[in-house]
């Protein structure tokens, strides 16, 4: 159900999204209210569940991970499809699970340290739930580009870039441990992470910085429930012809210009683009895609959508880095 929101609300979930970790006082001053005013909006978000919680997004490459995605089409049996999402959501390896309707069903991103990890993982899902596995599709991402939510608030601010580049940064114990705390809040106090593993507010504010610096720690990000904003969620594949170099660059500056379309994921799949678009309805989804295949009508070869309904980044956050 979607709940009535005024600018000033929907201005502070776009600050929020861009910083979670942003102090109110400043908050306040961007939107031109009271602290206190502010204080209460974000409760109230809460509340109605508009807002549901704050967390980061961590460059996993960095940490010597790569992506092995899933896309699956299942069969009617409620039941299995209820336990087998239960069952996603306790995986510490998963970092998203989506659940859609149209293209595929089921959408899986794992982080893993290498191909026989992802080789595993799949075949004990595949034995378990073989008789509702219908077809399966396997993807790697190579980056993905990001931008603040122009849906919420109008922005000329261009793409950032995330997954593209893979190191082998160790973290020592106390930094797992703060970035563990920040998934599942990333509004948290640092005293209160300091007072919880016994050590000083300089160590973890020195931690943060740095995982910040080598760009571990991405952004701090608000979680909302996209149907209560009123919005929908799609997700669409594009399958080209050929897709060049000069092709691709221009793709990524017209996809920029369209202020729905927030994520431009460039994967090895058996589609080349991956767009995620975030609209008021789906009549307003068909005008984007229908301006887009107009666009670059000599390059792209099909069209797939999928309707998003659920949409879970680490759905197991307490598991996550533990050995």
Not at 79 to 88: R, S, T
């Amino acid at each position: 159900m979607m709940i009535t929101m005024d600018k000033i609300d929907k201005r502070i979930i776009y600050e929020l999204d861009k910083n979670a970790r942003i102090p109110d006082t400043k908050l306040a001053k961007i939107v031109g209210r009271s602290k206190e005013s502010v204080r209460y909006r974000i409760k109230k978000l809460q509340e109605e569940e508009i807002i549901k919680g704050f967390t980061i997004w961590i460059d996993l490459p960095r940490l010597g991970y790569s992506s092995a995605k899933l896309y699956l089409k299942i069969s009617n049996k409620p039941e299995q499809k209820k336990q087998m999402i239960q069952e996603l959501k306790n995986e510490k390896r998963l970092f998203w699970l989506g659940t859609a309707d149209g293209a595929w069903d089921f959408g899986l991103t794992y982080f893993v340290k290498n191909n026989n990890e992802f080789f595993e993982l799949k075949n004990k899902l595949f034995s378990k739930y073989k008789e509702l596995i219908l077809e399966s599709k396997t993807a790697s991402i190579v980056s993905i580009n990001y931008c603040d939510r122009k849906d919420l608030y109008e922005t000329d601010l261009g793409w950032n870039t995330m997954f593209e580049t893979q190191q082998f940064i160790k973290l020592d114990k106390i930094e797992t441990k703060i970035l563990k705390e920040l998934m599942k809040n990333a509004r948290v106090n640092i005293t209160e992470i300091a007072r919880k593993y016994n050590v000083t507010t300089d160590i973890i504010r020195n931690r943060i910085k740095k995982m910040e610096q080598e760009k571990i720690i991405l952004r701090y990000k608000v979680v909302t429930d996209h149907h209560k904003l009123g919005k929908e969620f799609f997700k669409t594949f594009l399958y080209f012809k050929n897709l060049s170099k000069k092709d691709e660059t221009k793709l990524i500056e017209y996809t920029l210009r369209q202020p729905k379309i927030i994520h431009f994921v460039r994967q090895i799949s058996p589609w080349d683009v991956e767009l995620e678009i975030m609209c008021d309805n789906y009549l307003e989804y068909n005008k984007i895609i229908s301006n887009l295949t107009e666009e670059f009508s000599d390059i792209i070869n099909k069209v797939e959508t999928a309707i998003m309904y659920e949409d879970h980044v680490f759905p197991s956050k307490k598991l996550i880095f533990e050995e």
